[in-house]
């Protein structure tokens, strides 16, 4: 089974001051590793993902995560946050071979705050 | 608009009842996942179905059961409800199943009082 410990519950950050999002996992096995993001009363929508190749991943919104095999994480940053992104983010991890068809399983979440 | 449309958005209904949540997945996807969001669980993996039929169970309860259609929308069934079940049901659809890239649908908000 795997797990995932998202550090922070919460984040708050000034306006375009530099933030790190903290995710650590736990698997037998090997994974792939997700971040998404959740806009107040919307869904989830998904920021980057590492599957495989260089370790550090660019997603939208000029999020990047990069994966450390032997600390087992995979950290989220931005270099300067703005106003829009104040929401929660979620870490999620999945099986190499469970083929999607485990199910993800998510951290519970960071609420980044971001004061102006 | 993600391409996934999750409908109704909101439900209320009383303990012990049963309601259906639905799902359309995106267009060309055949794979739905169902995820519940509480406050005490966090998210979670329910069920999953491709092209119909079911792969994988995830921390489902024997009160739930889902099922994918023809036409490859699925429907989330759930009985007997208590209050605990109150939560945001998620739906997800992919055309790739195996490094799970998914789409996810805004949600229906169940409150069962």
């Known amino acids: 089974a795997q797990s995932v410990t998202q550090l922070d519950s919460q984040v708050p950050v000034f306006e375009e001051a530099p933030v790190e999002l903290r995710c650590n996992y736990s698997?037998?096995?090997?994974?792939?590793l997700f971040w998404y993001v959740q806009y107040p009363n919307q869904g989830l929508q998904l920021l980057l993902k590492?599957?495989?190749?260089?370790?550090l991943v660019k997603g939208i919104n000029g999020f990047e995560a990069e994966f450390n095999k032997s600390q087992t994480s995979f950290h989220l940053r931005k270099p300067s946050v703005h106003i829009s992104d104040t929401a929660e983010y979620f870490c999620?991890?999945?099986?190499?071979?469970?083929?999607?068809?485990?199910?993800?399983?998510f951290g519970k979440g960071t609420h980044l705050i971001i004061q102006p | 608009d993600s391409g996934v449309t999750q409908t109704p958005k909101h439900l209320i209904t009383a303990t012990g009842q049963r309601v259906t949540l639905r799902c359309s997945p995106r267009?060309?996807?055949?794979?739905v996942y169902w995820y519940q969001q509480s406050l005490d669980q966090g998210l979670q993996f329910l069920i999953q179905?491709?092209?119909?039929?079911?792969?994988a169970k995830g921390n489902i309860l024997e009160r739930f059961s889902a099922q994918q259609f023809p036409d490859l929308h699925s429907e989330l069934n759930l009985s007997s409800l208590e209050l605990g079940d109150s939560a945001l049901y998620f739906c997800?659809?992919?055309?790739?199943?195996?490094?799970?890239?998914?789409?996810f649908g805004s949600g229906t908000r169940l409150t069962v009082v």
């Open positions: 997800a659809s992919s055309v790739d199943v195996s490094t799970y890239g998914y789409t």
């Open positions: 698997s037998s096995v090997s994974v792939y």
């Open positions: 590492y599957l495989s190749g260089s370790t």
């Open positions: 999620a991890v999945g099986r190499h071979s469970g083929g999607g068809a485990d199910g993800l399983t």
């Open positions: 267009s060309g996807d055949l794979s």
């Open positions: 179905y491709y092209n119909g039929e079911e792969r």
